[in-house]
């Protein structure tokens, strides 16, 4: 049996279709058929060479949804249910040892130092082989946390929550909202959507989202945010007067950062009030460096920064959680689906901004 793989063989080409031959299984893995690929910011910094962990040749994609097609032994979803044969799942796309000081000690296995993600970490040339979502079959590890899902869901309504929306859970877990916070989310992607969502459904009063896309900012209007501001409409000066009117001058609780941008985080600063958080998870490549003055913008303001990296299983099934209650709103999220043989033009949808989910739908060859 053969496998179609859209392969990122060198950096800022086209991606390349191949046939990949499907290795027999091992003890504990699963052959799934790929149904929806999420197309993800961080595939794009791959694909142009910008994220230093991109092994060559690679199937890009981190975020999956599939069907069982064959495990080797049997295996169970977190619930310890087994599953079977036709099964609708997702998957925690890292991968961690559970022995760690970070898994076994700290409790936090996103900081696994020996953690490794689908279509990220691993060559095609490694075996199996079918190591990301790009595919029309991937194999997932013995140590995948498998995640059913409903026969009647549409597999590309959760592939955001694989990535985006758990690392926005991971984000709203190390800063938490309360009751009746302000929250200011810098970047209405997927990340800032979700976060959006999240921190509505927290209860936070005011959700304000920034960001530089019309259509972008409408949706996360529908996920939760109670004001969303334009920044081609409204300088930097104007949006932070704009936050201190809505919180009688204090500033937000909570910033989040969801955008990558360094001008965003020192942004970030200044919109947060004196002993509020700012969260950093639109990070996910190196940008530079980012200036500040300790004293002014954190020390005299007692200022948390909280760097947010990643997410584990926990976060997956909130941000699949958050689609469940709200599946209506979170299906527009997807704007662009493409079939695999179109993968580079869907790489290039997601850097041109102008998309806010992107999803691959392969098909069998």
Known sequence: MKALAALLERFDIP???REIEVPPLEQGQ???QVAAAGVCGSDVHMWRGLDPRTPLPIILGHEGVGHV????GTRLDIHGQPVAPGDLITWERGVTCGACHACAVLGEPSLCNRRWAYGIHRSS???PHLNGCYASHIILDARTHLIALEPDDDPAHFVAACCSGATAAH???LTPVTLGDTVVILGPGPLGAFAAALARAAAAEHVVVIGGTSER???CAQLGATLTLNRHANGKDERRQIVLDLTHGHGADLVVEASGSVAAGREGLDLVRQGGSLSLVGFGTPVGSMSLEPFEQLVRKNVRVQGVWVSDVRHTLRAISL?????????????????LSQATAALEAVEERGAAKVVLEPRAP
């Open 125 to 127: 040339q490694e075996p």
């Open 323 to 339: 689609v469940r209650q709200n599946p209506e709103a979170f299906a527009q999220l997807v704007t662009h689906r493409f079939p």
């Open 171 to 173: 984000a709203l877990d």
């Open 30 to 32: 699963v052959l799934v």
């Open 15 to 17: 991606l390349a279709l």
């Open 69 to 72: 097609v064959e495990t080797r």
């Open 217 to 219: 900012l409408e949706l």
